[in-house]
């Protein structure tokens, strides 16, 4: 959106008015009056040194603005979009809260560094009334993670909340970053304070304190805890093993990417609170907060993939955190001690006789019985058997169950095609069930099997992640796990790209999708789109623009980026890529692939049809063809015709199980030549033939695709329809096919779907200037295309062609007869012939039998139709006589009419004249 200075200086304000349906009235130079078309007395007068305007009266007036909003009678907002209409600029208002964000940001810096300032002040407390040693101090000091403060507000009596007083400062930066994200206070003495033992200043959500914030990235264990202090116990208790670390949550806010901790293993050790009343229910069960606090993050562990544990703490006493127990045992024993159980959370045993509280997951009392004696490590799964020797003593026996550990089994309710890709209600949702494990094999990282509801039992399916010592130990395991079902329990989309899920767009990626068969039904099953710098999209932008003439790549990189508006849009075309040979096409592609992820399949990838089908399954994210044209006519109307349905998406399904598959990738067709002429208006061009320029930098970042896509979700569907109607407008005003050529008004619908890609894309980026240029070279690219295809783009042209390539061959077997005018009797006018026979000579040639069945055109009236509609038949219902065989019903077409539309016309020398028709 372009601002009022922007506006005045690229709009005359009498080219405006003028636009806006004003008409001149009298014009000296210096001032200049219109009118509206229905009066005839001037209303405007306009200033055209100082573009500025007022009305006849000498009164109102202003700028270009003031001018929309006086004629159309409408609002500042509403005139603004209006002028960006009138001359097809892109808008796009947005809620710019930046300048608000960087005032807490500063605010937040200033109270930093003053605790900053006596960062010393925290030692004798952390010491003296913590526990904590001194080496660990030092760290946080160093790190700039601890300080201390002794603010109090002058507006509050000591003893009100908030007042303040000395206290130890925790400041928490952004994950991987040296952003500042947060800072919370412990006050020395809560009375003082109001009884407040803690503030939090900042970002709530998302963040987590650390004591050295770069022990993340070779960290194997990592401690999650409910607080600094207690994430300050665990540091010291492990301060020799470098490979485990601590964070500290905001209290039970666990709203955390666990992605950062894949490859991990996260053990959570929160507060040992005694069960309360219910908050909201306090005639029911007692709740655990703490608790249900570690049960969301062992969720939330499970659905990125990182293996979840929790401290055992039935020893501690209620009211006990890892401060308390470090502070009387000064050893890392106490957390090393892991709940053995198959579910965490849930004790297999009793400990505490006092007042329990709401379990993670009740049992019955028959499952209960068996629940108890399974026991689990990271990556085994063992039952223990109690029996007495013959002198009465108890004696435990492990018994191996299986060679891996099942983190969890949950249900899946994968959305529907349609509601996937509309938003609309899910009308026809599929359940599945995933299987979460761990193995020695794959280490720290979890691993997933989706099933369906027969498989699920199935222990040949099992066998498949690890061995199984005790088949019906481990039967019955799995029937125990079915209580958990409802554990992790998600909603899913198999789509990877921008889709809808619950009605609301989002970023999918491979890891969101549950595929029964992931490397047939999508290939980017395993896919993360690349990450970044929003700053480095215009640099990418601009490399783009320069490493070929006219925008040429930087047109197949907006391809790539805006093939995510296809959900809002209902369509993206496919991008053919033309080049001679050493025009820099391979050497393009391949750093198209590197900028944005998108994968280029080889012909070796393409012999089948499955094999076509399965590369443009489950993802709007483009994928490419190489050299098609060298593929078998059989492979290449196989891929035409896969084309023509992922231009919008289509869902079918395969094999005996019924396998789901959504076909929707856009696809860009490489070579020298691209034989998909029927697929013409559903294409987009781009030809790199003596335009190549500089190489692009080796150091060239990759394009944010996850933030450009997670920005669009939050922009949503109707900003981008706006934006593509108002390209849409200017492809159109500036189109030079015909108003009743239906074909080119696909195309150019395809060219607008592009520009509004580069107008997003540019308001994503930042880049401010003008980017007239793109917009230029794209309309050229556009009008090219359409007149170099303005042959190719209906079907009956095909058919025509076919049948007069025929009669130059002698092969056509069906009565036909060419007449000329009276006044060229050696020039051939009109080609006597019945539709009917074209398409049964089509049909019925052996040698034509493979186009015939690629025709989208397989009857004779709707060839007829389409004649027709293009003004080449010059009369109906003929009748003629051809070697002594009168003949009825018979279509005469127009010779020049087919030659214009590039039909060749092979005649014999000698022509009929016209004759009347026979009676």
Partial sequence: MLTLDQLRARIPLTDAAMRMGMKMSSDNGVLQTL?????????????????????????????????????????????????????????????????EEQQDLQKLAYIASKSSENQEGCRVYLKNERGIPDHVISAGITNKTLGWTNYTSPKLKQGEQHWGGEAVSFLTYQPNTKMLAAVDYRYYVPELNGGMKTKSLGQKNGVFWMLDPRALRTAKTVYVVEGPLDALSIEAAFWNDKTTCAIALRGTQVQVNWQLFIGKTVICCYDHDEPKPDKRNPNGAFRCYSAEAEWRIHEGCLAAGVPCFFVDRSKWEYGQDANDVWKNIKSKSPFRELEPWLIPGLAGKDNDDSISAKPRVWLPHHDYQQYWKYRVKADFTSSIKISTDNEG????????????????????????????????????????????????RHGEKLQRRVMDDEQLHNLDH?????????????????????????????????????????????????????????????????????????????????????????????????????????????????????????????????????????????????????RLMTSVSGTSHPIGWEELSARKSEIIARAVSLLQESYNYTETSRGS??????????????????PVESLTGKTVRTDLSNRKGPMLDESLPKFPMYEWIEWLAKLGKKPVLDSYKIALAKCQHFNRAREDDRG????????????????????????????????????????????????????????????????????????????????APSEPRYLCVRVKHMMSHLSTSVALREKYNNMPVKTARVLKHQIEQAGVMNNDGVVRSINGTRLGHMQRLDVKKMEQYGISVTAPENLRPPKEQLL
């Avoid at 001018?67 to 710019?96: C, G, S, V």
């Avoid at 959305?415 to 599945?432: F, K, L, V």
């Avoid at 199980?657 to 691209?674: K, M, N, R």
């Fill in 462 to 610: 099992w066998r498949k992640s690890g061995p199984i010592y005790n088949p019906r130990a481990f039967s019955r395991m799995l029937n125990i796990f079915e209580r958990t079902i409802g554990i992790g329990s998600v909603e899913a989309a198999n789509f990877v790209g921008l889709c809808y899920l619950g009605g609301k767009p989002r970023v999918n990626e491979g890891k969101d999708c549950f595929f029964t068969e992931p490397a047939q039904q999508c290939p980017y099953h395993n896919f993360a789109f690349p990450r970044g710098m929003r700053g480095h999209a215009s640099q990418v932008v601009a490399a783009y623009q320069e490493t070929f003439k006219d925008n040429a790549a930087a047109r197949a990189l907006v391809w790539i980026l805006g093939a995510q508006l296809k959900l809002f849009l209902g369509f993206w075309p496919h991008l053919i890529v033309q080049a001679g040979k050493a025009s820099g096409k391979s050497t393009l592609i391949k750093r198209l692939e590197r900028t944005t992820g998108m994968k280029m399949f080889s012909g070796q990838s393409m012999g089948t049809e499955y």
């Fill in 744 to 823: 080119a008004e696909r195309m150019v619908n395809n060219y607008a779907a592009l520009m509004t890609a580069w107008r997003l894309v540019c308001s994503f980026a930042g880049i401010e200037e003008e980017t007239d240029a793109f917009e230029r070279d794209l309309i050229a690219e556009m009008n090219s295309h359409i007149s170099d295809t303005n042959n190719d783009r209906e079907p009956w042209i095909w058919i025509v062609e076919i049948i007069m390539d025929e009669i130059a061959a002698g092969r056509y077997v069906y009565p036909y007869v060419f007449e000329c005018e009276p006044m």
């Fill in 657 to 674: 199980a019924q396998t789901p598959f959504l076909i929707s990738a856009p696809v860009l067709l490489a070579g020298e030549d691209v």
């Fill in 35 to 99: 009118s509206r078309p229905q009066s005839e007395a001037p209303e405007v007068i306009i200033n055209v040194e100082h573009q500025v305007w007022r009305n006849a009266h000498n009164q109102g007036g202003g700028n270009i603005i003031d001018l929309a909003m006086w004629y159309f009678d409408i609002d500042y907002p509403a005139a603004n979009k209006k002028l960006h209409e009138l001359y097809f600029l892109h808008f796009l208002p947005t809620i710019d809260d930046a300048d």
């Fill in 393 to 440: 003593d108890e004696k435990i026996e492990n018994i191996d169950v299986a060679g891996f550990r099942v983190a969890g089994l949950s249900r899946v309710e994968i959305a529907s095609a349609s509601a996937t890709m509309s938003g609309e209600e899910d009308n026809s949702p599929r359940i599945q069930f995933v299987a979460i494990y761990q193995t020695t």
